[in-house]
T-cell receptor, first 111, second 113 residues
């Protein structure tokens, strides 16, 4: 599976958009980009995933560059409850392939 | 729907003691997982079970055993606890092994002294 690089931490003002970057320059054609988050002391929570098209759901938007070497998770109106560690993961959907969690980005939303 | 439940929530063991961490899911999922998370680190996969009756090693299986008791339950056993096993343990489940969305339990915080 391709490795990912994320900034260790970011700050965001409450109510503003939070843009979390992820580099995955060695991603292969059949690898998806997944985002999970982990709010303090809780189990991780799935947010969104995509292959090459931009994706949006009720929680966030995922923007993947055309060359697929990087992506950005966007929380459109961050709240204090969005303070968490955000993990960017790339992997295929092949049977037996499993999620590998790195260190992630600590997002601090401040009032 | 309780989702994924784990017991106990907290546990303190002495070196050499044994214990079993319990995990159950009520979503009729086929695949289940055990992870550990050390302070400031991401999750690391210990064991997983693709379906009832099968188990496989993950990234860090040494010192652990697992049992997929039935479709609902997947337990993790520490036969002889060591301080290096002090960690938070998370259980997760998915419909299929390749599914993108894993559902995680609340975790068990284990301290080995």
């Amino acid at each position: 599976d391709a490795k990912t690089t994320q900034p260790p931490s970011m700050d965001c003002a409450e109510g503003r958009a939070a843009n979390l970057p992820c580099n995955h320059s060695t991603i292969s054609g059949n690898e998806y980009v997944y985002w999970y988050r982990q709010i303090h002391s809780q189990g991780p929570q799935y947010i969104i995933h995509g292959l090459k098209n931009n994706e949006t759901n009720e929680m966030a938007s995922l923007i993947i560059t055309e060359d697929r070497k990087s992506s950005t998770l966007i929380l459109p109106h961050a709240t204090l409850r969005d303070t968490a560690v955000y993990y960017c993961i790339v992997k295929t959907m092949e049977y037996g392939n499993k999620l590998v969690f790195g260190a992630g980005t600590i997002l601090r939303v401040k009032s | 729907n309780a989702g994924v439940t784990q017991t106990p929530k907290f546990q303190v063991l002495k070196t050499g003691q044994s214990m079993t961490l319990q995990c159950a899911q009520d979503m009729n999922h086929n695949s289940m997982y055990w992870y550990r998370q050390d302070p400031g680190m991401g999750l690391r996969l210990i064991y997983y079970s693709a379906s009832e009756g099968t188990t496989d090693k993950g990234e860090v299986p040494n010192g652990y055993n697992v049992s997929r008791l039935n479709k609902r339950e997947f337990s993790l056993r520490l036969e002889s606890a060591a301080p290096s096993q002090t960690s938070v343990y998370f259980c997760a489940s998915t419909n299929e092994l390749s599914s993108y969305e894993q559902y995680f339990g609340p975790g068990t915080r284990l301290t080995v002294t």
